[in-house]
């Protein structure tokens, strides 16, 4: 973009006028009045001579200064400028007659402009005045007689955006606080402590995705049943925000009132995915629900829609579980089915929601296998391997979903005491 415009009775200043100019005083122009009706025809003028570029500069409200020559002297500082910032010397350098050029960040602007012939602009710069903080979006346009010639000038632009800038800030706390409350909602609802049988250990974690990221609805929990038996459980709400995390926390509270009826998985999700068309029929769910018995070496579970099981077997193998799911919760499916597997002792389970694997560059499948490959790695307490898997898949403070793992470990059989 190049900017160009003549002043009434001359085409610019230059050399000695230009340097006298009284660039800081408004001169008096003559404006052309209403047109005699007796005449015919319209005005033979030129258009850009109707009108001093100096008066219209006098009279736009935005702050406007003009540069010329490779030194960015300064020609003009509208009543605008002059008010936002002080009275300006003409004929000095820019780096001494605009001083606040170098605080916005944009002087360096000036010699880009004159290099490469194009526009060059900063946003949001933040201006101190006597009213508060005003915030400006400044450009820097080419000054020349054509677009075809090198700019020897430069003129200076700044629009106020206090009130879309002070808008977004507001917008951003009101999401602030929603997503702290939607965190405070979920973690009171996961458990505060776990359940820690005498033949399995448990761990658990769960990361509320980066700031930017509204909170889902993932969950986990484990329960006591009777008999010495556990019930593990993971489960990922679809969608975001208070909504998802409150869906959560239903299911959570039915998920526990379910087991103590002392059900096989695949009729607790059955009962789960009427409860879920019940809570919200456009919010699906995904859920696996496994039940420890230690007096069979058992687990027992079933899936609906959820990510696969992994195991990691003693010898340093790792099993994916039963890929034939039922459907997710909340679509009215039928199929859900139980499997069991038997455990041997210091075979460690990881159940997870999707945070955990899935990125935007690459298929879920690499991200399951690049897990199981870390879950191959040196046996480790469960608390431990749940560290280690958020470090190897990277998952950081930034990371943009919510990630829940639940880690388990069978107890190793105690060694025959010494004679």
């Known amino acids: 973009m190049r900017w160009s415009a003549r002043l009434t009775g001359a085409a610019r200043l230059t050399g000695a006028a230009r340097r006298t100019a009284p660039a800081v005083a408004d001169e008096p122009v003559t404006v052309p009045g209403q047109r005699d009706p007796a005449t015919s025809g319209p005005d033979a003028r030129d258009p850009e001579q109707l009108y001093d570029l100096r008066d219209v500069l006098r009279r736009l409200p935005a702050p406007v200064a003009l540069t010329h020559g490779p030194h960015h002297l300064l020609g003009y500082a509208n009543r605008a400028y002059r008010d936002l910032f002080g009275t300006r010397t003409p004929g000095r350098p820019a780096a001494e007659a605009l001083p606040e050029l170098t605080a916005l960040g944009v002087l360096p602007l000036l010699d880009q402009v004159l290099r490469s012939g194009r526009q060059r602009s900063v946003k949001s710069r933040c201006i101190l005045g006597l009213g ?226 899935e990125r935007r560059d690459q298929d879920i499948d690499q991200g399951i296998d690049h897990l199981a490959r870390t879950l191959t790695g040196p046996v480790a307490a469960p608390d431990i391997v749940c560290a280690r898997l958020l470090r190897a898949l990277g998952v950081t403070a930034e990371h943009d979903d919510d990630v829940a793992v639940l880690v388990f470990q069978v107890a190793l059989e105690p060694e025959p005491a010494s004679v």
């Open 132 to 357: 508060g903080n005003r915030y400006y979006n400044i450009a820097c346009v080419p000054l020349g007689p054509d677009e075809h010639t090198t700019p020897t000038g430069v003129l200076i632009f700044a629009t106020e955006v206090t009130d879309q800038v002070q808008a977004a800030g507001r917008l951003r706390d009101a999401e602030r606080r929603q997503r702290e409350a939607a965190v405070t909602l979920q973690h009171s609802l996961l458990p505060q402590k776990l359940e820690q049988p005498a033949d399995l250990h448990v761990a658990a974690t769960y990361l509320p995705g980066g700031a930017d990221a509204a909170v889902g609805g993932d969950w986990y929990d484990v329960i006591a049943l009777g008999g010495g038996r556990t019930a593990l459980v993971i489960g990922d709400v679809m969608g975001r925000g208070l909504r998802a995390a409150a869906v959560m926390g239903q299911l959570r509270t039915a998920v526990r009132a379910y087991a103590r009826l002392d059900l096989p998985p695949h009729e607790v999700m059955t009962l789960l995915d009427g409860l879920a068309m019940e809570i919200d029929a456009n919010q699906i769910a995904t859920c696996t629900y496994a039940v420890w018995d230690p007096a069979t070496t058992t687990l027992v579970y079933a899936s609906a829609g959820h990510l696969p099981l992994l195991l990691r077997a003693p010898d340093g193998t790792v099993l994916h579980g039963e890929e034939q799911n039922g459907p997710p919760l909340g679509t009215g499916g039928a199929g859900h089915l139980s499997h069991t597997l038997r455990l041997l002792p210091g075979t460690t389970g990881v159940l997870y929601t999707d945070g955990l694997v």
